[in-house]
């Protein structure tokens, strides 16, 4: 009932961030895939409908932030990566990034958990504290101990990651 008298104007909602109806569309989904898997953990002080509104709001303001990251990476790949140097950094990229998965995979599930939401979901530690209902000092202490794993398993690829942050820093 929820869904089908919230959805629509969810997505008009959605839609005022987002370039696409496809996109506001999938954004809506998510927050209710989201708040149905949370639903027992969630303790919503405000209305449900603000409360959806907002989630929209924040997932929308997040895919922007993420297109906006990939946008930047591939112009500095495109404007900073010779045909020469192609090849052998792509290779060295590939490397490394099966070195951070595998290193990722060795990681305690909790930690992994708010690590990839810090890192690839770009999540403050605060919403990742409130969609896993745990504390923020809880999430820090993970990713402080995730970080401190992934440095201890990739060490020994730190001049390639020096090589390929050079170029954002």
């Keep these: 009932m929820l869904f089908r008298r919230l959805y629509r104007p969810l997505c008009i909602h959605a839609r005022a961030y987002l370039q696409s109806r496809e996109e506001a569309e ?5 927050v209710f895939m989201v708040f149905w898997e949370k639903r027992n953990q969630l303790d919503i002080e405000s209305s ?12 929308a303001l997040n895919v922007i932030k993420h297109e906006t990251v990939k946008r930047k990476h591939s112009g500095y790949v495109i404007n900073h990566t010779s045909e020469e140097s192609h090849d052998h950094d792509t290779i060295e990229t590939s490397e490394l990034e099966h070195k ?9 599930e909790q930690c ?15 919403e990742i504290a ?31 990651i020096l090589v390929i942050m050079k170029g954002f820093l």
């Design 26 to 30: 999938e954004v809506v989904q998510s």
């Design 48 to 59: 449900l409908t603000s409360y959806l509104y907002r989630s929209v709001r924040n997932h």
């Design 112 to 126: 992994r958990l708010v690590f990839t939401m810090s890192r690839y979901k770009e999540m403050k530690y605060a």
């Design 130 to 160: 409130a969609e896993l209902g745990i504390s923020v000092k809880t999430v820090e202490n993970h990713m402080g101990k995730a970080l401190r794993l992934m440095r201890e398993q990739l060490k020994d690829y730190l001049p390639i």
């Design 100 to 108: 951070i998965a595998t290193a990722l995979e060795t990681l305690p």
